[in-house]
């Protein structure tokens, strides 16, 4: 039931130039081709060198693609599982699929054997594409699931040379002779916009992922979204860096770039990211909030390893760039000292961070604090934060003009010839419901699709968000993650861990706390490259993780951060104690998911000797830890956790 108190919102309509007009994501290819063959479809960078292709170009590669998955097997209704980093590619294999009917599914490249053999598995999958010997290494370790493959393409052949399993062929081998492809202009021409194109797992936070089916209509309407939330028009640069096993990709780098159109850019590896983006330049960008905290990270420790005068230069820009935000300063300061500011410190932060020329950059996924955000506008990078989910799609988002960190944005605008503009309200319990173009239901799985299902007084999100005084929505946490202590004192834990994530020391925290203890704890897991040149300016020895995380010194800042963020919460939600873990936090250790989600009940399970001792009286508490390394090798760890408690000011 909605309540009367609050008000109804409704996302704006909006005229963009371009819509789907019931188009699918092969036929919008299509068109593109037709329409604009010479401009610029996609760059990617190999051998250090940037390649182009136009659309003409592009499409015809799809088809050609498209026609040696046919001929090696693959028919409409079944699946293909691509497991690679981001390159042009598995991006062309995934559109050839669909382009036949088929339906591709996403793994993250970096997912564990048993991950993928999940989804090989549940999703059904007859075809695999794996980027090179690792992920090829993986889908054939893969038990039953990698049995019931047909086919296992490549795209790298590097050391897969000796390899002899028959159903191993090489991407580019398979469409050398391919002449013909009229059948695939016809199926493509064929395919209705309702057809699923894509599964997309969940994280999976609170058990095994599910597959969230999504068609052409509700990809599309997703990148419509963008479009009119940002502003988004034609020309652009994308850089395609998120995994497309993320739902958020699909839109971002597969559709979007399509239907505005922009440029979609590949970097030449993960590991060259940072100078690529310089090099790019883009206009339009996604990261996770881990990644954009990661980024502020760099920028810290830089200022780490700068002279003093640096330094100061540094925090007086940084303050300008808060004061222009905010529209705090005289005449002379608009005038004189803030530009004087950005050519002196901002600008040099922007080229540092390869967005000089960025007009939206988004962070999703999770919550990002509102001192990150507030510091990344402060440099001058318009960055919003993009509310959503597998099953619902793009929900709002920041425009670019828009300073509130603390709000989820705004409501965004539905492709007209898709579905009507969505609608949002706040429930009796505090959780955010929705009337909007939805999913198409989870792959085998009728229960939970019901439980999602629309009803009578819209979907249900399962976040508890809440208004300010302006009218706009402001997100506390999951409504199932919301906590109550022994007190009856209620906190939301997310709201915590993103602020305190916000410290350039702190790399992850988890916070506990429920109606069997009277107050909230933390474990935190340090920054090891800030921590480490911290301990180092400071004459501090330390030789191991463990090490560096207990030292007095670098307790001491974390302490100081606790305190930050415990001025801003509410009395009976303010952190107690808390205790630096010994180890990073490991998503191959089922510790976080693929997107650096915090798996909770795996966490609380591992480390509950810890979450105990912050409870008691004890200065310090012994704790052995099975490790898993990279390549599956396990070792235990021995260490002695420090609990750290905090005084009430």
């Known amino acids: 039931m909605i309540t009367a108190a609050v008000k109804q919102l409704s996302a704006p309509k909006v005229a963009l130039p371009r819509s789907s007009r019931g188009r699918t994501l092969p036929k919008l290819l299509r068109d593109n081709a037709r329409d604009m063959p010479s401009a610029v479809a996609i760059r990617s960078k190999r051998n250090g060198i940037w390649r182009s292709t136009d659309w003409a170009s592009l499409y015809a590669q799809v088809c050609k693609t498209a026609a040696a998955l046919e001929r090696l097997g693959l028919k409409s209704g079944q699946v293909i599982c691509l497991i690679s980093e981001n390159r042009p590619e598995a991006w062309i294999t995934q559109m050839a699929a669909v382009s036949l009917g088929a339906i591709a599914t996403n793994v993250y490249p970096d997912a564990a054997r048993e991950e993928l053999a999940f989804v090989l598995q549940h999703s059904g999958a007859c075809f695999a594409l794996g980027e090179d010997q690792e992920q090829i290494d993986k889908i054939l370790e893969s038990g039953a699931a990698a049995e019931a493959l047909e086919r296992i393409v490549y795209i790298d052949r590097r050391g897969l040379w000796d390899y002899d399993d028959p159903r191993l062929i090489e991407l580019s081998h398979a469409c050398n002779d391919i002449t013909d492809t009229t059948f695939v202009t016809e199926r493509i021409s064929a395919a209705a916009s309702g057809d699923v194109a894509v599964y997309c797992y969940t994280s999976g936070t609170t058990g095994k992922p599910k597959a969230a089916m999504l068609n052409h209509d509700f990809i599309l309407d997703n990148a419509y979204r963008l479009m009119g939330g940002l502003d988004i028009r034609a020309g652009g640069n994308y850089l395609s860096y998120i995994s497309p096993a993320w739902a958020a990709e699909q839109f971002m780098g597969v559709a979007l770039p399509m239907l505005a159109p922009l440029v979609l850019n590949f970097a030449e590896k993960p590991e060259t990211v940072q ?58 300061a608009r005038a004189i000292v803030w530009p004087l500011a950005d050519q002196l410190v901002l600008k040099g932060v922007r080229d540092l961070l390869g967005l000089t020329r960025a007009e939206a950059v988004l962070s999703g996924g999770s919550g990002l604090s ?164 911290f301990a180092e300016r400071s004459g501090l020895a330390f030789g191991t993780f463990a090490e560096l995380s207990q030292l007095p010194p670098v307790r001491a800042e974390i302490a100081r951060a606790v305190g930050e963020v415990n001025a801003i919460a509410d009395p009976g939600a303010r952190i107690a104690a808390f205790a630096n873990l010994p180890k990073e936090l490991d998503a191959d250790e089922e510790e976080l998911t693929r997107s650096r989600k915090l798996r909770r009940s795996a966490i609380a399970a591992k480390y509950a000797k810890l979450i105990d001792g912050l409870y008691g009286t004890a200065q310090s508490v012994p704790i052995t830890i099975d490790v898993t390394y990279q390549g599956g090798r396990q070792s235990r760890l021995d260490a002695v956790v420090s609990m750290n408690r905090i005084e009430e000011a």
């Open 275 to 332: 100078a690529d983006l310089r090099e790019i330049g883009p206009n339009f960008l996604m990261f996770t909030p881990r990644q954009w905290e990661m980024q502020a990270s760099e920028v810290e420790a830089r200022m780490l390893d700068a002279p003093a005068w640096r330094q100061r230069l540094y925090r007086w820009g940084l303050a300008r760039g808060h004061d222009r935000v905010n529209g705090k300063g005289s005449v002379l």
């Open 370 to 533: 509102a001192e990150l955000f507030a510091r990344f506008r402060a440099f001058g990078v318009p960055l919003g934060n993009l509310y959503g989910s597998s099953e619902l799609g793009l929900i709002s988002t920041h425009r670019p003009d828009d300073p509130d960190a603390e709000t989820m944005g705004s409501l965004m605008p539905s492709d007209p010839t898709i579905s009507e503009p969505m609608q949002a309200w706040i429930d009796e319990d505090r959780q955010l419901r929705l009337n909007v173009l939805a999913f198409s239901g989870y792959l085998d799985n009728p229960e939970a699709s019901i439980e999602m299902g629309q009803r009578e007084n819209g979907f249900e999100t399962g976040d508890a968000v809440r208004l300010n005084e302006d009218g706009a929505l402001m997100f506390l946490d999951r409504v199932k993650d919301l906590r109550r202590l022994a007190t009856g004192e209620t906190y939301p834990p997310q709201f915590l861990e993103n602020h305190l994530r916000s410290a350039a020391m702190v790399r992850d925290a988890i916070v506990f706390g429920d109606e069997t203890r009277d107050r909230v704890v933390a474990l935190i897991n340090i920054d090891m490259a800030i921590a480490g040149r």
